[in-house]
């Protein structure tokens, strides 16, 4: 695996850390942004890079810095 996947793959898991500590289910958030609950998982997996747009509305739903994203 090379840096790039690597680095997408932390911050899926990071995403989904952080939806986790704030108790809500891939369907909730998904909602709340508007995007599909599929869509979410694969970006959680890391199957699916995620906007700078839509990480922006990630941190705004989960009420977190999107620097936090980044702490890998």
């Known amino acids: ?7 997408i ?5 990071n ?10 289910s891939q369907n909730q958030l998904a909602e709340k942004l ?3 609950r599929e869509h979410l998982a694969k970006i959680e997996t890391g199957k699916r890079c ?3 747009g839509l990480l922006i509305d990630i941190a705004e739903k989960l ?10």
């Not at 793959?9 to 898991?13: A, H, I, K």
């Not at 995403?15 to 704030?22: A, G, S």
């Open 1 to 7: 695996m090379n840096s790039k996947t690597t680095k």
């Open 9 to 13: 793959l932390q911050l899926g898991r």
């Open 15 to 24: 995403i989904f850390k952080f939806r986790k500590e704030k108790r809500l």
């Open 34 to 36: 508007e995007i599909s």
């Open 50 to 52: 995620v906007s700078l």
């Open 63 to 72: 009420d977190i810095p999107v620097k936090d994203f980044f702490d890998f």
